[in-house]
């Protein structure tokens, strides 16, 4: 998954992105890139493909300074892991920036619809079409005599877009101000004196502070200097509640296990749960994460196992393939899971079994 570190108050905030992102670097990325206000000049971008030290060389060479702004460390989804593709990611007039974690499912059918308003696009991604999707809900606005604000730009232009985000965007109009929508991939807000964070991730921004908002699918927050106003993507007030964070930061990386693999192979089960959130009863609407439960009989009727993986994360699917089986006698395939919706493999309802599952052994 992709880093992402915001901040807005008074300090230098190129120090503070950076290293953020340097406590993000154990999620695996290739390029990196930072986008920094509020020294009066619009907004300065530095990015990079590879390691995050090419990032700091460049911003060795070319400093920029500024008392809020967003990086990001991007692992290659939507475009090749070049140095234009590597987020942030501009609109048309270079004042509105973008970074963004997920995937955007209809971004190519957004983006011929806005080519064809005359928005020009110099990247091979789906988030830069978010960049541009926000300028057009601003000059539409403004055509029509109305101001419309950059979140109620982003609260417009985020109902357009259909898959997973997790989406951070600043404006040159409207300096010290940061605006994050959430639905899927993890955001998280760090509560601070006068100074405010925004981070894909806890440990990005726990060496700052330990007084969190752990957004919910469907949030937004608008951070200033003066403080963080939550809502929904409707515009309505929303409360969170303010999370203490008692550990370290090696344990929140590693979350307590002894390495990264042991905490990914444990996490698996919630990884499943909040992949299913939002789609258990789509007759009611309801969602009861206690009673997803699948019985031992559930397991012995299935027929067909697919696994969906991205990265290394479909190197060891494919070595699962194998294993399972052997040691099951059941189908497996592997399939990438940005392409998965749109695969051929065909889902088989689950049916009797009429052989052991270890009579293989």
Known sequence: MCGIVGYVGNKEVVPVIIEGLRRLEYRGYDSAGIAVGGNGDGLELRR??????NLEEVLNERPIHGTFGIGHTRWATHGRPTEENAHPHRDCSGR????????????????????????????????????????????????????????????????????????????????????AARFGPPAVIGLGEGEYFVASDVPGILHHTRNLYFLADGDMAILTPAGVQLTDFEGNPIERPVQRIQWDPIQAEKGGYKHFMLKEIFEQPRAIRDTTLGRVSLDTGKVFLSEMKISDEDFRRATKINIAACGTSWHAATAGKFMIERLARIPVEVDYASEYRLACSLLSPAKPRTHSPHSAR
């Open 48 to 53: 990079a493909p590879g390691k995050l030290r």
């Open 96 to 179: 509105i920036v973008v970074v963004h974690n997920g995937i955007v499912e209809n971004y190519l059918a957004l983006k011929h619809e806005l080519a064809a308003e005359g928005h020009k696009f110099v990247t091979e991604t789906d988030t830069e079409i978010i960049a541009h999707l926000i300028e057009q809900e601003l000059e539409s606005a403004a055509e029509s005599g109305k101001t419309l604000s950059l979140e109620g730009a982003v609260r417009r232009s985020v109902r357009r877009l259909t898959g997973a985000f997790a989406i951070v965007v600043i404006s040159a109009d409207e300096p010290n101000k940061i605006v």
